[in-house]
């Protein structure tokens, strides 16, 4: 084993495309390969291109009905299902969907086979993190789920125990939804709370069913949540659950759509989160995995100012790199500021006093640490 990490990345993920109007846009791929070619933190031979699953692997978490809707709205562009969750406003079809998505599912599987059979300690497919998919239909933006099609893999071919970790900040329904009768697999997601933001899942008291019962792990933070009170939350739980699970491998999805700067939802979190929760993760994939780890992408809507630094942190924490102060680079800003709308960052750190104070700080936290102690007690 080399020691370092491999990315499962190819060019046609940039066809994953709901529509240039559409927040879900492929550019924050491109701009994040650049920026950390650019910073000279990944080297051409970490890169690696994915192989097409078969239509018999995506069926070990999808139906046959909604994979050949699928291939339909492939090549029907104006096809439209809300009994699949296709063709509507968040999940538009788009032409090659079948393609396009099932190679983003091969890339996740792929990293996490790397990853088990020692090609690598850690793994990383940014194309992948389509949480909200679930078994038999499309959502919010996610049409085949590559996470739990890998963690199927991983339990038929190496009967693994999987911990799948979510830290986007929409709550990872469709992932916790195909394990939540299954004790092999805990789900745990930190998420902004439903009461405000979709999916509206993700309380405390979703916690699995059958035998899955008590495998399934939610913390809700509260809007305005800044980076202390999403850091105690991580440091708290994480680790706890971890010792009481004692998982094979970890998967976690790597949404950064907490940041402040995000328009979709409404976490106060600085870029500094984004060093934060790989930095932990890392630490316990070694501690509890013989370090492995594969990670994936998710959500992220502020493109140009969040995403590819965010990114660049997860990547450069798996190759024990820190660019935590380190200046972007004066090319990739002058590449990319033709197109960006806002003026680009030119440092891996967010400027000081980004927002104003928030002025229920306090009671957040307080509401935060409630909601911590509530799920460590039915650990």
């Not at 927040?23 to 701009?31: A, E, G, H, K």
């Not at 650019?38 to 999808?62: C, F, R, W």
Request: aromatic letters at 10%.
């Amino acid at each position: 084993m080399s020691g370092k990490s491999l990315l499962l990345h190819d060019a046609l993920y940039y066809q994953y495309c709901f529509g240039e109007e559409h927040p879900f846009n492929p550019v924050r791929l491109q701009m994040t390969l650049d920026l950390m070619q650019s910073m000279k933190i990944i080297e051409s031979n970490q890169i690696l291109t994915p192989v097409l699953p078969s239509d018999e692997m995506l069926g070990t978490v999808h139906s046959k009905e909604y994979i050949d809707a699928v291939k339909h709205a492939s090549t029907t562009p104006d096809y439209m299902s809300s009994t699949y969750g296709l063709g509507t406003d968040d999940t538009p079809t788009f032409l090659d969907m079948h393609r396009v998505t099932s190679l983003i599912v091969g890339g996740t599987v792929q990293a996490a086979e790397m990853v088990m059979e020692g090609q690598c300690h850690h793994a990383l497919n940014l194309g992948g993190g389509l949480h909200h998919s679930f078994a038999d239909k499309a959502s919010g933006f996610c049409v085949y789920n590559d996470a739990a099609i890998a963690i199927k893999h991983l339990q038929l071919k190496y009967n693994a125990k999987v911990l799948y970790l979510d830290t986007d900040a929409h709550h990872g329904d469709g992932v916790q939804s195909i394990f939540y009768h299954d004790p092999n697999v805990m789900t745990i997601s930190f998420h902004e709370t439903g009461k405000y933001l979709f999916p509206g899942t993700g309380n405390i008291h979703e916690r699995g069913e059958g035998d899955g019962f008590g495998y399934s792990y939610n913390i809700p933070l509260e809007p305005f949540t800044e980076d202390e009170s999403f850091k105690e939350a991580l440091y708290e739980v994480l680790p706890a659950v971890m010792e009481n699970f004692k998982p094979d491998i970890i998967i976690s999805q790597n949404g950064c759509d907490a940041h402040y700067l995000d328009p979709l939802t409404h976490l106060y979190s600085t870029i500094n989160i984004f060093a934060e929760i790989p930095k932990l993760v890392h630490q316990l994939a070694h501690t509890y995995c013989q370090g492995r780890w594969v990670a994936i992408g998710g959500g992220g809507y502020d493109l140009w100012r969040v995403v590819p630094r965010a990114w660049s942190l997860l990547w450069a924490e798996m190759n024990h790199q820190d660019i935590r102060e380190a200046p972007i680079p004066k090319s990739w800003i002058d590449k990319w500021s033709v197109n960006a709308p806002v003026a680009l960052p030119h440092s891996m750190k967010d400027p000081e006093k980004m927002y104003e104070p928030v002025p229920r700080k306090p009671e957040i936290d307080e509401k935060n640490l409630l909601t911590v102690k509530k799920v460590l007690h039915k650990l």
